[in-house]
């Protein structure tokens, strides 16, 4: 059962407009259609997964079937957000894709300690790039089989 469909929603949690781009770019590249919510901070990454604040209708904000997070954001930081949603009875479920450029072995245990499903390393050169979500793709969208989340 492939999940590239309209309505299985990617929360994309990326600072940085130039990283975000480039996964949109990899996306489209990839031919996934997948809709894609983009969260710049980790502060509203937890407002859209916990549906509070401007985020509060679950009509209009559902809740995503995978997570790409970076780790290096304002506010409160991936490691935290991750944690947030791992020790959560609704949320801990969904998977949880650690997409960042730290290489840190310890960030690496600490994401995987907090219960990351997975932790990628962001390719500095583009072509890079895309061959690496072509590979996350093909793997958590088309051999992975993933959990029904509820609103």
Do not use: R, Y
């Given at each position: 059962m492939s999940?590239?469909?309209?309505?299985?929603?990617?929360?994309?949690?990326?600072?940085?407009?130039t990283d975000y781009e480039a996964t949109i770019r990899a996306f489209k590249r990839a031919k996934m259609s997948n809709p894609v919510k983009r969260c710049e901070d980790g502060d509203e990454a937890l407002d859209y997964l916990f549906q509070r604040n401007q985020y509060a209708n679950s009509e209009e904000c559902p809740r995503p079937k995978l997570i790409l997070l970076d780790l290096n954001l304002?506010?409160?930081d991936g490691c935290e957000v991750l944690t947030e949603i791992k020790s959560d009875q609704n949320?801990?479920?969904?998977?949880?894709?650690?997409?960042?450029?730290?290489?840190?072995?310890?960030?690496?245990?600490?994401c995987y300690d907090a219960g990351a499903n997975s932790y990628i390393h962001k390719p500095v050169n583009l072509p890079s790039f895309f061959d690496a979500i072509q590979r996350l793709k093909d793997f958590w969208?088309?051999?992975?089989l993933l959990p029904i989340v509820e609103k």
């Open positions: 999940l590239i469909k309209a309505d299985n929603l990617i929360l994309l949690v990326e600072d940085s407009d304002p506010g409160v949320l801990k479920n969904i998977p949880v894709i650690v997409l960042t450029t730290s290489s840190d072995p310890v960030d690496i245990q600490n969208f088309e051999v992975a």
